[in-house]
């Protein structure tokens, strides 16, 4: 049963925003982002592969976690367009910089994958592909979600009609720092933030309240929560080093499983920790779509209990 809130009271505000330009490489945390047809403007735009073209992730090349990415200032301002002088920028330990030019035309790479995904991508060039192969040990290329020619749906299950790149699943993550608070009182040691990789930070709401979130509005768009987010080993992996250990998953196994939240539904095996969202106003034409840190939350509708959200 889904509960209706009249309420002009915002529910939480917008604390932090993070881009992932490179899936499975460092954030960037930034004032304000623009919203595009697939979330955040140049959110998970990137991607490290494999010589068969298949996805790298921290899940198998945990040392993703120490490269830091930088795009131009402006590039998180709405409208703008890259040149050829405008670079995204790749560091990491014991590496010079890589530079990579945003304007040039690039090659295609055709067979690329990621979890049910396969097309074609655009190919960075020798110079990125060596800089990844010598980091990372093993032949490995740079590519780029290639917008004109591909598309990369959201499960029609969950969200019928949305778009992604090389994000997991879906456009926007969005986790509460009252979630975040909570876990770290059951905690020996207590973890940021990064090990969640979320796009919005949200503060000043109960803890895990997000769950229950099903529409809401930030700023003047609408957002759907659409499914709760099912996390793997990554929270694990200490982002300042690339080290893995056993939490925050075995903490959150004792209260934030299937078998806690939904005792009654199907049982997966899986652990919830934050919520998936898209924007219904993507889909739409139309400037000025951007989301800043500062901004309300007001939620217009949430599910009764975490076993009724969609999981």
Do not use: H
């Not at 229950?212 to 793997?232: A, H, P, T």
């Not at 997966?268 to 219904?280: I, S, T």
């Amino acid at each position: 049963m889904d509960r209706v809130s009249s309420s002009e009271e915002p529910t939480a505000k917008i604390s932090s925003i993070f881009i992932y330009p490179i899936k499975s490489c460092r954030g960037i945390s930034v004032s304000q982002a623009p919203i595009s047809t697939t979330g955040l403007r140049w959110d998970r735009q990137w991607l490290v592969v494999n010589s068969k073209g298949r996805a790298y992730t921290q899940r198998v090349e945990p040392k993703l976690a120490l490269v830091e990415v930088e795009l131009p200032k402006d590039a998180f301002t709405e409208g703008w367009e890259p040149t050829k002088s405008s670079y995204l920028v790749v560091r990491a330990p014991g590496m010079d910089a890589l530079k990579v030019c945003l304007g040039k035309q690039c090659a295609k790479a055709d067979g690329v994958s990621v979890w049910e995904w396969s097309g074609s991508a655009l190919d960075e060039g020798d110079e990125a592909s060596q800089w990844f192969s010598t980091y990372l040990g093993k032949p490995s290329r740079l590519v780029r979600f290639n917008a004109a020619s591909e598309t990369r749906a959201v499960d029609p299950k969950f969200a019928p009609g949305f778009k992604i790149m090389f994000s997991d699943g879906y456009p926007f993550l969005l986790i509460s720092q009252g979630s975040l608070d909570a876990l770290n009182k059951l905690l020996k040691e207590s973890v940021p933030i990064n090990r969640f990789r979320p796009n919005i930070l949200v503060d000043g709401c109960e803890p895990f309240s997000e769950d229950l979130w099903k529409d809401l509005r930030i700023n003047r768009f609408k957002f759907q929560g659409v499914k709760l987010c099912s996390r793997c080993k990554v929270p694990t992996i200490n982002q300042e080093n690339g080290i893995a250990g056993s939490e925050p998953s075995e903490t959150l196994k004792k209260f934030r499983s299937d078998k806690v939240l939904r005792p009654n539904k199907k049982q997966q095996g899986k652990v919830y920790f934050g919520q998936n969202l898209v924007c219904k106003d993507s889909l739409t034409q139309g400037k000025g779509k951007a989301i800043s840190v500062g901004d309300c939350v007001y939620v217009l509708s949430k599910a009764s209990s975490p076993a009724e959200a969609a999981a």
